[in-house]
Structures are given as structure tokens and as C-alpha cells.
């Protein structure tokens, strides 16, 4: 099974949003290994969105992630990087096909409500960047049987 690192930002988190969220991810089949809420310091939100350091959004981006709290997870599945692209939209919510969750929940593109990795690379990249390994709990889920083949 893949593993996909998803956060549920400052916006989404402020708006109440965060069981909205977790529970679409939950209600596809996607098991959750590693949850929590933290604010993001400075230096690891740098780290975090280190590939736009030299565009002109990176510092307003690194100041609205570290603007309040977040809730990081880490989600486990078939496909999971792929599937979780998908069911969170275009970054633009405007712009996201009906049923996503940037579409239902956003209507910013700089306050779209998710954020996950964009390949298996970054995703690992991001889940050690957000969570110790002792962090993430391996479990058996007796419902799996159903969800796949």
C-alpha cells in the first residue's frame, strides 16, 4: 500500500472543516496511520515548501501556513497519492470539478482548504518531514477485505 501525506490548513482548520475532510478520506477507504494539530514553525513550512523559495508567493505562502494551526496526516492506500490528488480538485477551487473537496469547501485559490503530496517522492519527503517515525501506528483494519480486492 502507498502512503500519502495530507494537511488540512490554517483556512480549513479555522472553518471547521477538519472532520469534513478527514471523513471523505475516510469514507473512500483510505486508512489514516499518523493524525495530529500543530502550528507549523517557520523553519519547517520553508523546509516544506522549499521548491517555490525563489517565487514571488513564497513568503506570503509561508506566512498564511504558519498563520494558525494545522491538522498533518498521513493516509494509506492503493494509489493513495493519485487517489488523494483527485479528491482534493484543482489547487484553484474555482476551477475544480464538482465533488472535490477545494471545490466544496474553497473558493480561493491562496485559502483552498487541503494540501497533499503530488508523487510518492514528495510524499515521503513530507511525512518525514512532519512525523517521527514512532509516529505512525501499522494496523489491520478488518474492513480492508471489503475496500480491496
Not at 471523505?24 to 519547517?44: D, H, Y
Not at 489547487?91 to 503530488?118: C, E, F, Q
Request: net charge neutral; hydrophobic share 40%.
Amino acid at each position: 500500500m502507498e502512503r500519502t501525506f495530507v494537511m488540512v490548513k490554517p483556512d480549513g482548520v479555522q472553518r471547521n472543516l477538519v472532520g469534513n475532510i478527514i471523513a471523505c478520506f475516510e469514507k473512500k477507504g483510505l486508512k489514516i496511520i499518523g493524525l495530529k494539530m500543530m502550528r507549523i514553525p517557520r523553519e519547517l513550512a520553508e523546509s516544506h515548501y522549499g521548491e517555490h523559495r525563489d517565487k514571488p508567493f513564497f513568503g506570503p505562502l509561508v506566512n498564511y501556513i504558519t498563520s494558525g494551526p494545522v491538522v498533518a496526516m498521513v493516509l494509506e492506500g492503493k494509489d493513495a497519492v493519485g487517489t488523494v490528488r483527485e479528491m482534493m480538485g484543482a489547487t484553484n477551487p474555482l476551477k475544480a470539478a464538482p465533488g472535490t473537496i477545494r471545490a466544496t469547501y474553497g473558493m480561493d485559490i491562496g485559502r483552498n482548504v487541503v494540501h497533499g503530496s503530488d508523487s510518492p517522492t514528495s510524499a515521503e519527503r513530507e511525512i518525514n518531514l512532519f512525523f517521527r517515525p514512532e509516529e505512525l501506528v501499522n494496523y489491520q483494519r478488518d474492513v480492508d477485505r471489503w475496500i480491496y480486492e
